[in-house]
């Protein structure tokens, strides 16, 4: 008889997983790809992180309630001027 007492599995974390956990809750930004200033649009809330054989896709709420996909490489967290500058604009 084997005894499964101590041998516990243990779960291997997910790049997917860890991109969530360390982004999560954060306000995230689409990063200009033509060197424009950033707008309200470019903003949004992290909601979930999967994956793609080309790297991390997240899910993001925008300011318009809609939900988009994009390529985690393509986004960053907001830095704290820019959420200031977000949450004063009554985004």
Same mark, same amino acid.
């Given at each position: 008889?084997?005894?499964?007492?101590?041998?516990?599995?243990?779960?291997?974390?997910?790049?997917?997983?860890?991109?969530?956990?360390?982004?999560?809750?954060?306000?995230?930004?689409?990063?200009?790809?033509?060197?424009?200033?950033?707008?309200?649009? /470019?903003?949004?809330?992290? %909601?979930?992180?999967?994956?793609?054989?080309? !790297? &991390?896709?997240?899910?993001?709420?925008?300011?318009?309630?809609?939900?988009?996909?994009?390529?985690?490489?393509?986004?960053? /967290?907001?830095?704290?001027? %820019?959420?200031?500058?977000?949450?004063?604009? !009554? &985004?």
């Amino acid at each position: 008889m084997t005894s499964t007492t101590g041998n516990t599995m243990q779960l291997q974390e997910t790049p997917a997983r860890a991109y969530h956990r360390a982004h999560a809750g954060k306000l995230m930004i689409v990063q200009p790809k033509s060197g424009r200033e950033l707008s309200g649009g /470019d903003f949004f809330h992290l %909601e979930d992180v999967g994956t793609h054989p080309t !790297g &991390l896709v997240v899910t993001g709420i925008f300011e318009d309630a809609r939900r988009h996909h994009m390529m985690a490489s393509a986004v960053r /967290d907001a830095s704290p001027d %820019e959420v200031a500058w977000h949450d004063n604009s !009554g &985004l």
